[in-house]
């Protein structure tokens, strides 16, 4: 029995007659780390708040936990953790004070509450942050005040939707951290990204959102090996050339306004075949095939348009 | 207790003496500046007493008005916009209905201790005859703002662009502070005008809280102001129940 089951899953806000999530179908298992990887205006968000039991879905069915999110809202509400896109932390209180009030909301008491604080902020690494307003914290440790706030209650399924953007890379990997950390403590782990490094880190299995659809589902491996080939050529052309390499070289190759892609198992020999064809770029580069190619090619746009 | 109440009582542990400090300031000049000032030029008695015993008991109703206009609807349309306190809260296994009472509930408590001080303030002045008379009047007064401040909550709630509440306080609020019978008596008014503001919450209570400290209430007008206000604090809070979920459960 899947954690949760979506099928033909639509949101449509009022007021518009757009879907912002246009039919999906999916399962995430228990345990598992699953991530919706798109751009912005993707409907990553929409599933994730229909998911998180506060927007009433427009059609398709989704079951939680073996039960309805509209029906059995408040209960479902009780067994998730969420991690919201803008933290929405109580900046005028404490650190400590965020966790307490939250757990209240639980329904936890002030005495567990108090203990359980003092645990969250050490999984946190804000321990000593404890009696300081929220203000005064970093991107990174409010990021991470957020987690352990989703945390209050042990929840079956974390949600969290956007959890690195805007935070430095230290911070980022501080964080990715933690999540392999409740990962291997058995939370089951939904995500929302338009990062291909992070899906690629920390999903076990992911969908591909675009336009309020999906555009496929694997692992990132999976993936990868499916669209595209094992290495990616990236050529620069001073600009106006592009073009013209492009269709000098021929193969499979993918031009973008700033640069050319050449998918090839071997970057190198395509390399080798750009100077025997006489084409002098103005960089060139060798890489492994990333999720974001993978992106490009079910699109035609790049993930950061 | 509810919990989204507590939450307010958190966020009130850091506020609370400067807010104190304004509860008391602001009775004390309004008495020491129009009533005993201002007043001296006022010849005469008003309806049959001194201007400051009529003045007092309607600017505290007037007050607690506007108190509750400011905390309802600056303080919901913040915590729904900038502050996402209820975006927060409605991830748990509360209900928009529950964030709605919890915030309401401390909406009233901020207007009850704010007509507390006032009236502690006219008690200093000499202005009750007894304890009881004083402790009715700062119900009436308390009364006398939470029944505005629950239908300005549930229209809050939908206002994301400020300059609305601003436009609404000024031409809304206002007028009627100044002409709802707290300076000078509604009757004093041409009939229209007279009229309106007898419709409109502010008279019925500014009248219910003078009548009270005057000892001229009678049972009739008494049961009418409490019935007005008791029916428009209800609506405020069904009106409620459906915007506050209709915006956070998009």
Redesign the interface.
């Known amino acids: 029995m899947a954690l949760i089951e979506a099928q033909g899953l639509e949101k449509r ?2 007021g518009t007659d757009v879907k912002a999530v246009a039919g999906i179908g999916f399962q995430v298992e228990r345990g598992e780390a699953f991530g919706f990887l798109g751009p912005n205006g993707a409907g990553k968000s929409s599933t994730m ?1 229909m998911l ?1 039991c ?3 879905p427009s059609g398709g069915t989704l079951r939680i936990l073996d039960r309805d999110p509209v029906s059995h809202g ?2 479902l ?2 067994r ?1 953790g ?1 991690v ?1 896109q ?1 933290d ?6 404490t650190v400590r ?1 965020n966790l ?3 757990g ?4 936890l008491s002030l005495t567990h509450m108090r203990a359980k604080s003092a645990e969250l902020l050490e999984f946190a690494q804000l321990a000593e942050k404890a009696g300081e307003r929220v203000e005064h914290l970093s991107g990174g440790m409010r990021r991470r005040l957020t987690i352990a706030r989703s945390l209050v ?1 042990d929840p079956d399924i974390l949600l969290l939707d956007e959890p690195t953007t805007g935070l430095d890379p230290q911070a980022r990997h501080i964080l990715w951290d933690r999540l392999f950390r409740l990962k291997s403590a058995g939370v089951t782990l939904i995500l929302t990204t338009h990062y291909m490094d992070e899906a690629e880190q920390l999903c076990d299995r992911l969908v591909i959102m675009d336009k309020g659809l999906i555009a496929d589902e694997g692992t990132p491996r999976e993936l990868i090996e499916r669209h595209v080939t094992r290495e990616v050529l990236e050529l620069r052309f001073p600009p106006g050339e592009q073009e013209a390499a492009g269709e000098k070289l021929g193969g499979d190759v993918e031009v973008l306004p700033d640069r050319l892609l050449c998918y090839a198992d071997d970057g190198d020999a395509v390399l080798g075949r750009v100077t025997e064809l006489g084409l002098h770029p103005l960089t060139a580069l060798v890489r492994r095939a990333t999720l974001e190619d993978v992106f490009l090619r079910l699109t035609g746009r790049s993930l950061t348009d | 207790m509810l919990p989204a109440f507590v939450y307010w009582l958190f966020r009130y542990r850091r506020t609370w003496q400067s807010t104190a400090v304004v509860s008391i300031a602001n009775p004390l000049l309004f008495l020491l500046a129009i009533g005993a000032g201002l007043g001296t030029l006022v010849q005469g008695d008003v309806e049959g007493v001194p201007y400051l015993r009529f003045l007092a008991p309607g600017v505290l109703a007037a007050a607690a008005f506007q108190n509750a206009f400011i905390d309802a609807g600056f303080g919901v349309a913040t915590a729904r916009g900038r502050e996402r306190v209820y975006q927060t809260a409605i991830a748990t296994p509360l209900s928009p209905g529950e964030v709605m009472a919890g915030h309401l509930l401390f909406v009233g408590l901020r207007v009850f201790v704010g007509a507390l001080a006032f009236v502690v303030v006219m008690a200093c002045f000499g202005l009750f005859s007894s304890f009881g008379t004083a402790l009715a009047v700062l119900l009436a007064a308390t009364l006398t703002g939470i029944a505005p401040a629950t239908v300005v909550a549930a229209w809050a709630v939908t206002v994301t662009d400020f300059p609305r509440l601003n436009t609404v306080f000024r031409f809304v609020v206002m007028p009627m502070y100044l002409f709802s019978g707290t300076f000078f008596s509604v009757e004093q008014l041409p009939d229209p005008l007279q009229s309106l503001m007898y419709a409109l919450p502010l008279w019925h209570g500014a009248d219910l809280c003078r009548s009270l400290a005057l000892g001229t209430a009678t049972l009739g007008t008494t049961t009418l102001h409490i019935a007005y206000l008791g029916a428009l604090a209800v609506a405020g809070v069904l009106i409620g129940r459906v915007t506050f979920r209709k915006v956070l459960y998009v």
């Not at chain 1, 929405?88 to 209180?93: E, V």
Request: aromatic share 14%; glycine share 4%; hydrophobic share 45%.
């Open positions: 806000y009022p708040r998180a506060v927007s009433r408040r209960e509400r009780a998730l969420v919201p803008d929405a932390l109580d900046l005028q209180l004070e307490i009030v939250y209240l909301y639980f329904g209650n």
